[in-house]
């Protein structure tokens, strides 16, 4: 992937999906849920692709889409262990899938390869990069990827909704903590590595992330988590459960996007409030 050709390399593959029929947009509408100020954003699944929804994850059981994967899907070579592909069932636009070539497992630890294969796609375009470590996390398929989607998200004015906790967050050494979060995570800034080269920005990023599993967690056998990244902050979230209630969160829960498949859903997290849903699937303590 030659620097400064991925975003052009996204659209045409985009629209070579779409004219193909290959990429299969979920169609939502955004609806607003405050919670502490912030206003967390709720996709809510139109109803007539209730049934599609439902149906994908079983569609795909049993079945690695990444070996192979489908050429239609193709963004670039991002590195010699890492491919960009489309998601195929998005339903934010422009959502990026970096995966790896060879099998390894969404619950395995992440190594440099898979930092610089993030720090090389994060440079291309303002994105937020995130990683589900497996089912409990959210995550759809065992083949290890990272994913990314472009920033701002659904609009919003800021980033991420959750920008503004983010600004109060307080550090001790390397990495803090968000206040209004009551359940456990580790939060770092990373904006210095930004101009580094990605090999070079990859091997501090590995350091950092595991520095940050080791005070949530036991960085050798990590229970479930999710991580996200942009261009100036990595955000480490262990998880309980994968569900609350009936509504599935992964990582972009933690940056303020829900997703809910019918409108009992929107009122469950409504009730609860988008940070009570968080706390229920994340780890206390």
Known sequence: ????????????????????????????????????????QVHLVQQLERKRVAGITQKQEGINPFLPYDENMFVADVSESHVCLLNKF?????????????????????????????????????????YNSGTVSGASQPHKHLQQVPLPLGGCSEC????????????????????????RHAISQISPLTEADPAEAAVHTEQLYLEMLRHVDDASSPSPYNLLATRDWMLLVPRSVEH????????????????????????????RGPLGVLESVGRMG
């Open 160 to 183: 991420t909704p959750i920008e503004t906790l983010i600004a109060t967050a307080s550090y001790e050494g390397s990495y803090g903590r968000i206040p209004a979060f009551g359940f």
């Open 1 to 40: 992937m030659k620097p400064g050709t991925l975003w052009q390399s996204v659209l045409d593959a985009t629209e070579h999906a779409i004219r193909c029929g290959a990429l299969e947009k979920i169609p939502t509408r955004i609806e607003h849920v405050e919670d502490h100020g912030i206003r967390f």
């Open 90 to 130: 998005n339903v934010m636009e422009h959502h990026l899938l970096i995966v790896t070539r060879e099998f390894e497992h969404q619950e395995s630890l992440l190594t440099d390869r898979d930092f610089e294969a993030m720090w090389k796609c994060l440079r291309e375009f303002e994105g937020l990069a995130f």
């Open 244 to 271: 609350y209630e009936s509504i599935s969160v992964n990582a972009l829960g933690f940056a303020g996007s829900l997703l809910a498949r019918d409108v009992r859903e929107l009122e469950l997290i409504r009730e």
